[in-house]
């Protein structure tokens, strides 16, 4: 051997999971660059499409954010007014986020796309390969005993 280092063996589950995650999220990107949302936002009203009204808390924990990430990606949206804040009148210390008809329409946008890539990975599978898929990703949940909400 002449020094030089070889390269370690890429990870069997974790690196085509990660390389997947960059394939969608460049696909979205490129797919929704009329929307000029980043992926970030695209996925929040996303899932406000579907779960809106709801607490703040529940979007931080959903998506795993940091109190000052959530704070910059919520003020983006509300300033472009496709999101509003308002009081939750369960807990007068905390707010809802809603859509805005702007909002709504957006999101909208953002699920057709969603929606075509689905159709689009489930032309090129079988259902056994789905099912093997599944398996897989029981299987990292169950090894990472991380109970996500």
Same mark, same amino acid.
């Given at each position: 051997?002449?020094?030089?280092?070889?390269? #370690? +063996?890429?990870?069997?589950?974790?690196? #085509? %999971?990660?390389?997947?995650?960059?394939?969608?999220?460049?696909?979205?990107?490129?797919?929704?660059? $009329? @929307? $000029?949302?980043?992926? !970030? =936002?695209?996925?929040?009203?996303? &899932?406000?499409?579907? &779960?809106? #009204?709801? #607490?703040?808390?529940?979007?931080?924990?959903?998506?795993?954010?940091?109190?000052?990430? /959530?704070?910059?990606?919520? *003020?983006?949206? $509300?300033?472009?007014?496709?999101?509003?804040?308002?009081?939750?009148?369960? *807990?007068?210390?905390?707010?809802?986020? *809603?859509?805005?008809?702007?909002?709504?329409? /957006?999101? =909208?946008?953002? !699920?057709?796309?969603?929606?075509?890539?689905? +159709?689009? %990975? /489930?032309?090129?599978?079988?259902?056994?390969?789905?099912?093997?898929?599944?398996?897989?990703?029981? /299987?990292?949940? $169950?090894? @990472? !005993?991380?109970?996500? +909400?």
């Amino acid at each position: 051997m002449t020094g030089a280092m070889s390269r #370690p +063996k890429p990870l069997r589950f974790l690196s #085509p %999971i990660h390389k997947a995650t960059r394939h969608i999220g460049v696909h979205l990107e490129n797919a929704l660059r $009329e @929307t $000029e949302l980043a992926p !970030q =936002e695209g996925h929040l009203l996303s &899932y406000l499409r579907s &779960y809106a #009204p709801c #607490p703040i808390a529940e979007v931080v924990s959903v998506f795993g954010l940091r109190g000052s990430t /959530a704070t910059a990606v919520l *003020d983006r949206l $509300e300033s472009r007014g496709l999101i509003r804040r308002e009081l939750n009148p369960n *807990d007068r210390r905390s707010f809802l986020l *809603d859509l805005t008809p702007a909002g709504r329409e /957006a999101a =909208e946008t953002v !699920q057709a796309e969603v929606d075509r890539l689905e +159709k689009a %990975i /489930a032309r090129r599978i079988t259902a056994e390969d789905e099912a093997g898929f599944r398996r897989v990703m029981n /299987a990292i949940a $169950e090894a @990472t !005993q991380v109970k996500l +909400k």
